[in-house]
């Protein structure tokens, strides 16, 4: 088969060529999307999930969506190492800026960039990775407290003025949020809470890996009420095998049913194996209809490529004793497990244990669906761990 002409799209972020399983969520938000725009209560929406479920792709449809609408859209990706300000300042900016051409809304957007001015002013001397321009100098009393809470309030709130004036809205689309500072959603939350108080056109779409639920009730208790949480998991098998057969039928090419249900069951219906899986069996197969042989062939390929890549990248970010606890849990299977399991398995106690899976969660590769219960945010990383680690020597 000729690899150019590969229609799947292994990748972060990428765009699959054929969006399966997701309608409902799609629509959902941008009904959400649309009411936020006419100034008519709707909640955030905060989508979670394991990696590989395919968050990113819908935040970049979602963001699209939006902006042809008509509506002011930011993007961005929280990192660990950043700071909620310095992630929201550069993209508020841009969007006042382009309101601002709008004779309607040029006194507001200019209000709106005069509060960011005292914003990232007043809020520099804590957070220092704050870099953003500034066209304004600042309005005193607007959003300069130094306070994070109160000056989010003030910002967003003017910048939602300014939107209303001209009768758009603003999409706020942030990926990764599990990795925000408690203490920092608590402010956001409080922030969109006032904005949605008063009408004003602004919603927030994020994604987050499961844990994120968790932090955003923590910071605040009525989180709940304020945002929706649907859960993103693996697709379903009638979505998973049209994410596989759609794209090489375009292409005039078609799969033995045995091939597709071998494909479905190595990659469990998650969207970025399905994806991977896809661009080898496309690789490996002499041409039409692909046949169970081709699956057999590629999926060595498909698995070296995720050891090499997707898992290895959050492998290397571990500390060898990490390494050792994220073992303990493959030796006992996908998971959850419950947190005695894996000390017995290390002959730990639970108690000194809990620093360093306090820490593996930080970081993103572990979550607990229940009180005491521990599982992967990776799927299949129990068989890479396996692989990556084999026989007993791990234990020493």
């Known amino acids: ?24 969520l799609l629509r959902r938000v941008r009904i959400t999307l649309e009411r936020a725009r006419l100034r008519r209560p709707a909640k955030s929406v905060l989508a979670v999930g394991l990696r590989g479920v395919g968050k990113t792709v819908l935040i970049l449809e979602l963001s699209d969506y939006a902006e042809s609408q008509g509506m002011l859209v930011t993007r961005v990706e929280a990192p660990e190492s950043r700071s909620l300000p310095a992630l929201l300042a550069p993209g508020l900016r841009l969007a006042m800026i382009e309101l601002a051409r709008k004779s309607r809304a040029r006194e507001l957007a200019g209000r709106a960039l005069r509060g960011l001015a005292g914003f990232v002013g007043a809020l520099k001397v804590k957070y220092h990775d704050i870099e953003v321009g500034l066209d304004f100098d600042p309005e005193p009393g607007l959003a300069d407290n130094g306070d994070l809470e109160l000056d989010l309030q003030a910002l967003l709130q003017a910048v939602g003025e300014a939107c209303a004036s001209a009768d758009t809205g603003l999409a706020m689309f942030v990926d990764e949020l599990q990795y925000v500072d408690e203490d ?103 041409g039409s209809p692909i046949k169970p042989e081709d699956v057999r062939t590629a999926s060595a390929a498909a698995i070296a490529t995720l050891d090499e890549g997707f898992f290895m990248v959050r492998f290397d970010r571990s500390t060898q004793a990490e390494r050792r606890y994220l073992r303990a849990m493959a030796e006992l299977g996908p998971g959850p497990h419950r947190s005695g399991q894996i000390a017995a398995v290390l002959d730990r106690a639970v108690t000194s244990l809990a620093p360093m899976r306090a820490q593996l969660i930080s970081k993103g590769m572990i979550w607990s669906p229940g009180h005491g219960d521990t599982a992967f945010t990776v799927p299949r990383f129990d068989g890479f761990m396996r692989r990556i680690l084999p026989g007993a020597d791990w234990q020493r």
């Open 1 to 24: 088969m000729d690899p150019i002409l590969n229609p799947y799209a292994p990748g972060a972020g990428m765009p699959p060529p054929e969006l399966a399983g997701r309608d409902d």
């Open 184 to 286: 920092e959603l608590a402010a956001l939350i409080v922030a969109l809470h006032r904005t949605a108080q008063r009408s004003l056109p602004i919603t927030l779409v994020g994604a987050g890996l499961p844990q994120l639920r968790g932090r955003m009730g923590r910071a605040k208790s009525y989180a709940e009420r304020l945002f929706d949480f649907p859960d993103l998991g693996p697709l379903s098998q009638e979505a998973a095998s049209t994410a596989i057969i759609k794209p090489a039928r375009d292409l005039g090419v078609d799969f033995q049913p045995e091939a597709v249900d071998m494909i479905l069951r190595e990659t469990e219906g998650y969207p970025y194996f399905l994806q991977e899986w896809g661009k080898h069996v496309w690789d490996a197969a002499e």
